[in-house]
């Protein structure tokens, strides 16, 4: 689809930006610009500058040469890969940078996270959400997104998505997630051969489109050779060509090739990544018969049995703290369970990548990671290379060998942790979160390399398009003790279970619409037992935080009526008076929800008192 100009004015633009990377050209001559309410994707491949051109447009590295145009008071957030929320709590870091008290507190809310929790200690996920939460309670008239989804459970990407489609700036996102892109996009960036091309379509429009630009581009550089061959030839057979040294036609031959030697130069890499699937394993690779596990007063699974046999491909979904990571350690041996029987196949060849790469320690160099101890050769499969070309299969450069990994990006970080596992014989392969921060490509040549493995595959993933294009069925677990498998992938999951997750999911719609301003305990208040004689800590300190919280609603939402009650509000600021209003209806539905969840515990401890 042919790029179409905007009749509205750009929040932000680039024109013509050049940017190097030492020696190499990093962009060269970038257009690109984004009006309010456009929900946009930047797409290209690991290393093509993606988050440096976000940064880039953020202001926070500068130019060679181009131009970088800004709306009179413009505002953006920007969500980085790996934020560090920093304060004493939440609500301390997100009031930081200017968002009100009251926003900040509901968009906390709405991603399920407590305003007075601990900045210390956060999982990759909380980080995640809180950055997300702090990105949209300064209300910025531009959000850029970097990976947003890694760490998120699908739950919180649902509500991550209702978030951004009710947002009325505008949103740059770079993500992996296909799913996720098709659901929130209008518009896509591609990063391609230095320069951004524009498609005027959401996501699910843009494979079919890139595909046709890579195949014009190939019969333009097939072209342009047979012309430098024919220019070739006709130079150096002509005779007055030599003998007069025709410097026009001359250069423009160099000209031909170094156009021709830029195209072929900007032919991105691939990864050169295969599995070995070793010897056979067992018909059984592992079964758990009425297994229970919990954590003090958490159950993750509750009398589970399940059994896995050799060729199965499981894809193990479910909200972040349901238990996966755990049920696959029980799976493994690794974790012993409080009741029940594990048993574990014979033969077993293990390969597993871990979500959270712990086996990168920060201070030792990507080589010594590769190889053991000062040696040059890695075994891959049994046979030995070495180990500046086995990274080189994994697109890493040879002044990166002797990096110390923390030094490594995310999608590199990953890539490092795929190479590892990858040059392992494995019949029984484990990867839990494998898709955090690779790109399109990568994740495609991974998908095809997995469809291929005839051993036993093991997948934990929040990204739906992953999981359905491979699991051949989908345990999933509800955090509550709560487990159910079922054949195909998470669509199919989905279509034979709809109401597994209906708690959950309806939390999550209701947290973005604001009907409620906090998630709901794990399970609804019910009748009170009859061995209770009072409310339990945990709902006595949500009727003490509630009514603490209305008054100070009840004097926000009095104040802002107050704002809105000058006639002349929008004529002079429209931007303020819709933010006014989107604000204030947040927190009357806000101080609705809290009334009634108030009067049901009030209700609940006057039952209790008896």
């Known amino acids: 689809m042919a790029k179409t100009p905007s009749t509205k004015a750009p929040l932000l633009a680039l024109k013509d930006i050049r940017l190097m990377d030492g020696s190499h050209p990093l962009f060269d001559g970038v257009d690109i610009a984004l009006e309010r309410n456009v929900r946009a994707c930047l797409v290209g491949k690991n290393g093509a500058g993606k988050s440096t051109l976000m940064r880039l447009m953020a202001g926070l590295i500068d130019t060679d040469s181009g131009e970088r145009i800004v709306m009179n008071g413009m505002k953006y957030a920007f969500v980085l890969q790996e934020p560090e929320p920093v304060g004493e709590t939440l609500l301390d870091w997100l009031t930081s940078a200017g968002a009100e008290h009251y926003t900040a507190e509901a968009e906390l809310y709405a991603f399920g996270l407590d305003p007075q929790k601990q900045t210390s200690g956060l999982s990759g996920g909380e980080k995640r959400r809180a ?24 739950f919180a990407i649902e509500t991550l998505e209702d978030r951004i ?5 505008a949103v740059l996102v770079v993500s992996h997630d296909r799913t996720f892109l098709e659901r929130v996009t209008q518009r896509c960036y591609w990063l391609y051969n230095r320069k951004v091309r524009q498609l005027d379509a959401g996501y699910s429009s843009f494979e079919a489109w890139s595909d046709q630009v890579m195949k014009d581009d190939e019969e333009s550089l097939s ?143 990507l080589w010594d990671m590769l190889a053991n101890s000062g040696s040059d050769q890695i075994l891959v499969q049994g046979q030995p290379k070495h180990v500046a070309a086995y990274a080189k299969d994994f697109l890493f450069r040879d002044n990166q060998l002797r990096q110390p990994v923390k030094s490594l990006s995310g999608g590199e970080r990953n890539r490092l942790q795929l190479a590892r596992a990858l040059a392992k014989s494995t019949n029984l392969l484990v990867l839990d979160e494998p898709t955090n921060d690779l790109d399109m490509d990568t994740l495609d040549l991974l998908e095809d390399m997995l469809a291929d493995f005839d051993g036993t595959l093991i997948l934990v993933s929040h990204d739906r ?14 955090g509550r003790g709560g487990a159910v498998e079922t054949p195909g992938g998470w669509q199919d999951f989905l279509r034979q ?107 609940m401890r006057e039952g209790l008192k008896g």
């Open 131 to 154: 950055a997300l939460a702090k990105a949209f309670a300064e209300e910025p008239d531009l959000i850029f997104l970097d990976e947003p989804t890694n760490h998120l459970d699908i």
């Open 497 to 603: 279970n709809p109401d597994f997750f209906s708690e959950i999911s309806s939390k999550s719609r209701e947290k973005t619409t604001g009907k409620t301003f906090t998630p709901a305990p794990a399970s609804a208040p019910a009748a009170p037992k009859i061995a209770a004689k009072k409310l339990s800590y945990k709902d006595q300190k949500r009727l003490e935080d509630l009514t603490a919280f209305m008054p100070k609603w009840e004097a926000e939402i009095k104040a802002l009526e107050a704002v809105l009650a000058d006639p002349d509000l929008y004529a002079k600021n429209p931007k303020k008076f819709d933010a006014t209003m989107v604000t204030l209806d947040r927190l009357k539905s806000d101080l609705e929800a809290g009334e009634m969840e108030w009067l049901g515990l009030e209700e």
């Open 465 to 478: 398009d992953f999981i359905d294009r491979l699991a051949t069925s989908t345990l999933a677990l509800n």
């Open 223 to 365: 072209r342009l050779q047979k012309a430098i061959e024919r220019e070739t030839k006709t130079f150096y057979s002509s005779i007055t060509a030599r003998r007069t040294r025709n410097e026009g036609r001359a250069a423009r031959l160099n000209a031909m090739r170094a156009d021709a030697s830029a195209r072929l130069l900007q032919r991105s890499k691939t990864m050169e990544m295969s599995i070995d699937s070793g010897g056979t394993s067992g018909k059984l690779v592992a079964e758990l018969k009425g297994v229970s596990k919990s954590f003090g007063d958490k159950v993750l699974l509750n009398d589970f049995s399940t059994r896995i046999m050799r060729g199965d491909r499981l894809a193990i979904v479910g909200p972040n703290g349901a238990g996966k990571s755990t049920l696959i350690k029980l799976l493994l041996g690794q974790e012993p369970a409080n009741s029940g029987e594990i048993k574990l196949g014979t033969a077993l060849e293990v390969a597993y990548l871990d979500q959270g790469r712990d086996a990168l320690k920060g201070d030792e160099t």
């Open 165 to 169: 489609r009710s947002f009325r700036g």
